[in-house]
């Protein structure tokens, strides 16, 4: 099976002519992408032979794109870092990940060199963008800097052959024990994903594909790799216009819209979701938190010629894993709030288990498990955690042996396939971001020196919702203080819209923070 | 103080907020969507719809009215009619 490098290089060599990548205000053909990403191979260097991590600090520009080509082109494992996140978060990311080499835009220039500052000596800086490195990237720097254009283009660099095992990129999501965790995917996941969907989709050169996500959502790879594999060109979506994105979408008539749904929901609450606005798309896809059953409803009379899909999957199964096709007025599907999950995408299976593992009977309640070839190896040097979610079961009626655990409740229905029932754990989505409420926990004790903190989400008790609100008890607390505390150790879609100062922490029975009665007291204080 | 003026007042002050410890101070002509994500856009929009008690309309807006303090102020103010603004 080709990877998504071969893919995109079959392109190259089919299309070199035809659009491949429209940001910055310019378009690119496919040569000239393949070109700058070949540059920036160069400068990035080979990697050494038991593979190595390259950080990708660039944001939405051309050198964002071509930086992952050309990690890739150079045989890296690469690893976006996000100038919206804290210093410190993306710090933790480069040395969990032991990357030695980083590409760096304009953008991201900046939040680069105060990430550099706190770094292990010794990393391999590309700035992509410039001919001299700035002043603080001097000779007395710890890093070495090299400048993209200073080693010139000369010959593409060939692809190298890379193992099935080895990992494509490296993505951080949120972690329950206060940090990050990182999940490895591997060119057999993204290739069985890539084959998947392109077969589903089958996109053509004449597409348009939408670019929103942020580099470090795993869906962003699919908007990258699904479209060079079909010579379609990539419309990255200026940062400006991600609040309302309607205008652009027109203007640029793309046919393949992929977002979260609350930025369809954004669109509706601006009033801008209005019948026949978007003529031009073809797909419109939903993926990353419950997608409304109304929500999806005004969607399609927003975008009459395309076909609905709600996509389901964790970043451990490699960006989305079940499909299920929306069709307004259906019957079977009208009934329910979210729409379903629906089925898996070809080659991969799904089970639900019970509380110890064991399989339950087709309709029955329970944790819902991915097995396939897109199921990751595991968590980056994680073993324990790797063995408590990727699990060995045998299933009667299914081929996979090793499974994860996604947390996910669900059924299986007869007319609609897999239905989303909400979590086994404290995981929520805060505008399609996946998030451990107690990562924040685990930040909010250390800024108010104090054990007895507790989060929510708002509204109470919505596993997608759009903000948390955090309870902090005990003395005189000092909100903006902590609030600063989780500014500059949470992206700010973590950070809480609110802190409470309560004077006793609700319990239960066991001794543990009850929740349920926090949440109770929330409503009752007129919130919510 | 006008209307415009409380109203960017009003965004001003979410800005900075959201800016914390960052180090950065919005003034009018900030661009918004260097200070918030565009959930939080909408957000702010709410909160103004309820604090002002306008029904604010976007759905034909321009991008640049929308990303400027000063811009996203004015656009709002007039769509106060007089006497409506509590």
Not at chain 1, 157 to 172: C, G, Q
Not at chain 1, 354 to 359: A, I, L, M, V, Y
Request: proline share 8%.
């Amino acid at each position: 099976m080709p990877n998504v490098l071969d893919r995109f290089l079959i392109s190259v060599d089919r299309h070199p002519d035809r659009p491949a990548l429209w940001a910055d205000g310019r378009e690119l053909s496919y040569a000239e992408l393949h070109r700058r990403a070949a540059e920036l191979a160069a400068a990035i260097g080979p990697a050494p032979a038991g593979g190595g991590c390259c950080a990708i600090f660039a944001c939405r520009s051309v050198s964002a794109y071509a930086g992952i080509l050309g990690a890739l082109l150079a045989g890296w494992t690469y690893m976006p870092l996000n100038p919206r996140f804290p210093e410190a978060r993306n710090r933790r990311m480069v040395a969990s990940s032991e990357a030695s080499v980083m590409v760096v835009d304009t953008r991201c220039l900046e939040p680069a060199r105060l990430v550099l500052a706190q770094c292990s000596p010794g990393l391999r800086v590309v700035l992509a963008d410039l001919t001299t490195p700035p002043a603080w990237a001097s000779a007395e720097s710890p890093h070495h800097f090299v400048t993209a254009g200073a080693v010139g283009s000369g010959p593409a660099p060939l692809p190298r052959p890379f193992a099935d095992d080895a990992l494509a990129y490296l993505l951080f999501t949120s972690g329950s024990t206060g940090e990050p965790k990182g999940v490895g995917v591997t060119h057999a996941n993204l290739a069985a994903y890539i084959e998947a969907v392109t077969d589903r989709y089958r996109p053509t050169p004449e597409d348009r594909f939408s670019q929103m996500f942020d580099l470090t959502f795993d869906l962003a790879m699919h908007d990258l790799f699904v479209c060079w594999s079909a010579a379609a060109c990539l419309y990255v979506i200026p940062e400006d216009q991600l609040m309302a994105p309607d205008r652009f979408v027109r203007e640029h008539a793309l046919t393949v819209w992929f977002s979260v749904p609350s930025a369809a929901g954004i669109l509706k609450r601006l009033k801008r979701l209005k019948p026949a606005c978007f003529p031009s798309l073809r797909w419109s896809l939903f993926c990353g938190e419950p997608l409304p059953t109304g929500l999806a409803g005004d969607w399609c009379a927003a975008a009459p010629n395309s076909t609905v899909e709600n996509l389901y999957g964790p970043t451990e199964a490699t960006i989305a894993f079940t499909v299920f096709r929306f069709v307004p007025d259906d019957p079977a599907a009208e009934d329910f709030p979210v729409v379903p999950l629906g089925l898996p995408l070809p080659g991969q299976e799904l089970l639900v288990v019970d509380e110890r593992c064991s399989p339950l009977a087709d309709g029955m309640e329970g944790e819902l498990c991915l097995g396939g070839t897109q199921v990751t190896p595991g968590y980056w040097h994680n073993p324990e955690l790797t063995a408590d979610r990727f699990v060995a079961i045998a299933a009667e009626g299914r081929h996979c042996r090793r499974w994860y655990r996604t947390g996910d409740l669900a059924r299986l229905d007869a007319k609609v396939g897999y239905v989303f029932l909400g979590r086994v754990d404290r995981q929520v989505k805060i505008r399609g971001f996946r998030v451990e409420l107690q990562e924040i926990e685990a930040v909010l004790r250390r800024a108010a020196g104090t054990e007895l903190v507790a989060v929510l989400t708002s509204p109470p008790g919505e596993v997608a919702a759009s903000s948390v609100v955090a309870f902090i008890c005990g003395g005189a607390i000092a909100t903006d203080a902590v609030l600063n505390a989780c500014r500059e150790a949470l992206p700010d879609y973590m950070v809480p819209a609110a802190i409470h100062p309560i004077d006793e922490m609700p319990r239960n029975f066991n001794g543990k923070i009850d929740y349920k009665a926090l949440t109770q007291y929330f409503f009752a204080k007129g919130n919510g | 103080m006008d209307v415009a003026a409380s109203i960017e007042q009003a965004i001003l002050d979410r800005l900075a907020k959201a800016a914390g410890a960052a180090g950065k101070t919005p003034n009018p002509d900030s661009n918004i969507m260097h200070y918030i994500d565009s959930y939080a856009f909408l957000e702010m929009i709410l909160d103004l719809t309820e604090r002002f008690g306008i029904d604010i309309d976007l759905s034909e807006a321009e991008t640049e009215e929308m990303i400027f303090v000063s811009r996203l102020a004015r656009l709002i103010a007039a769509q106060v009619t007089p006497g409506e603004m509590p």
